[in-house]
């Protein structure tokens, strides 16, 4: 089993930087792919970026290209998403998740393990 927790979360000003953290405990996730999700209220669940377990491959929605960038330390067992010029559309809560698989998905149906949020509110 493995739990992941997520910390960094907060209120910016739009403009802005943050750096979320994700921290896996038990069973190591360093050998799979990795992933942040965010969900605004009313909406559903959206892929933010994703990263094979190597950290050699990475993936972005759209909406977050160019102002974020998904790292991991596998040695520490930690996934980060480094935030940047914060837009209040990226308000939501963000979620880690870590596959079981090698396959960097941008589907939350392609995770296995989710964290339980951190929120991440940027003001206009």
């Known amino acids: 089993q493995v739990q992941l927790v997520e910390s960094g979360g907060g209120l910016v000003q739009a403009g802005g930087s943050l750096r979320v953290s994700c921290a896996a405990a038990?069973?190591?996730?360093?050998?799979?792919?990795a992933g942040w999700f965010r969900q605004a209220p009313g909406k559903e669940r959206e892929f933010v970026a994703g990263?094979?377990?190597?950290?050699?491959?990475?993936y972005y929605a759209d909406s977050v290209k160019g102002r974020f960038t998904i790292s991991r330390d596998n040695a520490n067992n930690m996934v980060y998403l480094q935030m940047s010029v914060l837009k209040p559309e990226d308000t939501a809560v963000y979620y880690c998740?870590?596959?079981?698989?090698?396959?960097?998905?941008?589907?939350?149906?392609?995770?296995?393990?989710w964290g339980q949020g951190t929120q991440v509110t940027v003001s206009s």
């Open positions: 990263i094979s377990w190597s950290g050699g491959t990475k």
């Open positions: 038990g069973r190591t996730v360093s050998n799979y792919a």
């Open positions: 998740a870590a596959a079981t698989t090698f396959f960097v998905g941008r589907d939350p149906s392609d995770y296995k393990y």
